[in-house]
């Protein structure tokens, strides 16, 4: 019974609404969906629920940094071993 609840559920959501959010966290539709469907359809009760839910990665891929580097490989003679070789710039 519980999950037919999530079928029949009273909230209209409009279309708009999870595209707006789904642009703002790069969320999935279904989760941005589920969020606005918990919330009512009030925007930062959504945004909330989804950072609670662990569903915000935008901010989270904002925040790493790309570094560039070269990585060789070389074989030893005895063809047994081997070495990889990371160098950052």
Partial sequence: MIRLARWFSSVK????AIKRLRQETSSPIGECKKALEES?????KA???L??????????????STREG??????????????L???NC
């Fill in 13 to 16: 959501v409009p279309i708009e």
């Fill in 40 to 44: 009512n359809c009030d925007h930062e």
């Fill in 47 to 49: 945004l909330q629920w």
């Fill in 51 to 64: 950072k609670n839910k662990g569903m915000v990665t935008a901010e989270k891929k904002a925040e790493k």
């Fill in 70 to 83: 070269v990585i060789a490989a070389r074989t030893l003679p005895d063809r047994k071993s081997a070495v």
């Fill in 85 to 87: 070789l990371e160098v």
